[in-house]
């Protein structure tokens, strides 16, 4: 059992590597701000999964609009089809510290389950010309970020509705994952990758959606915070 947060010696020790200028780390435990030793725990990593077949074939950075709101190109523009959500949620360190200036970046198949690129075979499904297919954010100074988007469709070999995300920032090991949302259930249930995750793993990666109740057209909302490793 460690006493360092309770014992003399403890106490006279850490004082004497403080006053070294040396830094002390103790698996498990952090100096609290009074000065004893308490016990922590890190937060789960936010699963990786592939990247898939359909990251854009120009990347993103070099696309011509590559903003955060996928569900209209410009202002005054049509909309794009399907149910629009907005995915919100902060980048953070395994001790909940937040990442400002990270990079977080989404790709999704529109409403009718189509990507924009040349290896999706999925022809029987109509392209929507007037959704973004991607999109980028800068992380804030609290590491938060949002994108304004809709419910990605479903297609043939990929069952549950789920946006792509690549994110990486300095200081931090790059992280591939996917999210997917609770208000589809049963299509999660059917799709590969996402039943092969754990149960703890499948919650961390399932966005819980607030709807609004009077109106079925309205933004849907969600939270995503993503738990990334130190690189």
């Known amino acids: 059992?460690?006493?360092?947060?309770?014992?003399?010696?403890?106490?006279?020790?850490f004082l004497e590597i403080l006053a070294g200028g040396m830094t002390l780390t103790l698996p498990g435990w952090i100096v609290g701000k009074n000065g004893l030793w308490i016990?922590?725990?890190?937060?789960?990593?936010?699963?990786?999964?592939?990247?898939?077949?359909?990251?854009?074939?120009?990347?993103?950075?070099?696309?011509?609009?590559?903003?955060t709101n996928l569900a209209q190109k410009l202002d005054g523009h049509e909309l794009a089809k399907g149910q629009r959500v907005d995915v919100r949620g902060v980048v953070k360190n395994r001790q909940g510290k937040p990442h400002p200036g990270a990079?977080?970046?989404?790709?999704q198949a529109?409403?009718?389950?189509r990507y924009l690129h040349s290896r999706d075979q999925n022809r029987k499904a109509l392209l929507d010309n007037n959704f973004q297919f991607w999109g980028r954010a800068i992380t804030g100074e609290n590491g938060e970020y949002t994108f304004q988007t809709i419910i990605p469709g479903k297609y043939p070999g990929r069952m549950g509705r789920h946006i792509h995300f690549r994110i990486e920032g300095e200081g931090l090991k790059r992280l591939s994952t996917q999210c997917y949302f609770s208000e589809f259930g049963d299509d999660n249930a059917q799709d590969s990758l996402?039943?092969?995750?754990?149960?703890?793993?499948?919650?961390?990666?399932?966005?819980?959606?607030?709807?609004?109740?009077?109106?079925?057209k309205k933004t849907w909302a969600g939270n995503f915070d993503i738990v990334m490793a130190n690189a």
Not at 1 to 13: A, D, I, L
Not at 110 to 113: I, L, V
Request: hydrophobic share 25%; charged share 30%; aromatic share 10%.
């Open 1 to 13: 059992m460690n006493h360092w947060h309770t014992s003399e010696f403890g106490r006279r020790r």
């Open 39 to 67: 016990p922590y725990e890190d937060l789960p990593l936010t699963p990786s999964q592939t990247e898939g077949p359909f990251y854009p074939e120009i990347s993103i950075e070099q696309q011509l609009i590559n903003d």
């Open 103 to 107: 990079i977080v970046e989404i790709w």
């Open 110 to 113: 529109c409403a009718s389950g």
């Open 194 to 216: 996402y039943r092969s995750l754990k149960g703890e793993e499948r919650q961390l990666l399932t966005v819980e959606l607030d709807k609004p109740t009077d109106d079925d």
